[in-house]
């Protein structure tokens, strides 16, 4: 089993930023693949932002939406962490960190309890 546990949402104003972390621990070996997946009320949970770590090196991943503003980036204690810059009203949510031994966008197992990140505009 993995555990994932979040921290770092809270309330900021548009244009504001905010930098989560999401530290894994357990049986981590294979966790080659974490993300952020984030839930505004009244929409399905949507994805934002991968890292995965493979043979030749490391990729990252974002949705189209939040592309320029955020980054995403993991250190050697499998921790990973979602910088979120330029914040908008929109980007208000829970936010979801994501691990698992394949592409988040494809399974993942193992999810965090989520954090809430709320813009005031």
């Known amino acids: 089993q993995v555990q994932l546990v979040e921290s770092g949402g809270g309330l900021v104003q548009a244009g504001g930023s905010l930098r989560l972390s999401c530290a894994a621990s357990?049986?981590?070996?294979?966790?080659?693949?974490m993300g952020w997946f984030r839930q505004a009320p009244g929409k399905e949970r949507e994805f934002v932002a991968r890292?995965?770590?493979?043979?030749?090196?490391?990729?990252t991943d974002y949705a189209n939406s939040v592309k320029g503003r955020f980054t995403i980036s993991r250190d050697n204690a499998n921790t990973v962490y979602l910088q979120m810059d330029s914040l908008q009203p929109e980007d208000t949510a829970v936010y979801y960190c994501?691990?698992?031994?394949?592409?988040?966008?494809?399974?993942?197992?193992?999810w965090g309890s989520g954090t809430q990140v709320t813009v005031s505009s």
């Open positions: 994501a691990a698992s031994p394949v592409d988040v966008t494809v399974h993942v197992p193992y």
């Open positions: 357990g049986r981590t070996f294979n966790i080659n693949h």
């Open positions: 890292h995965s770590r493979s043979r030749s090196g490391t990729t």
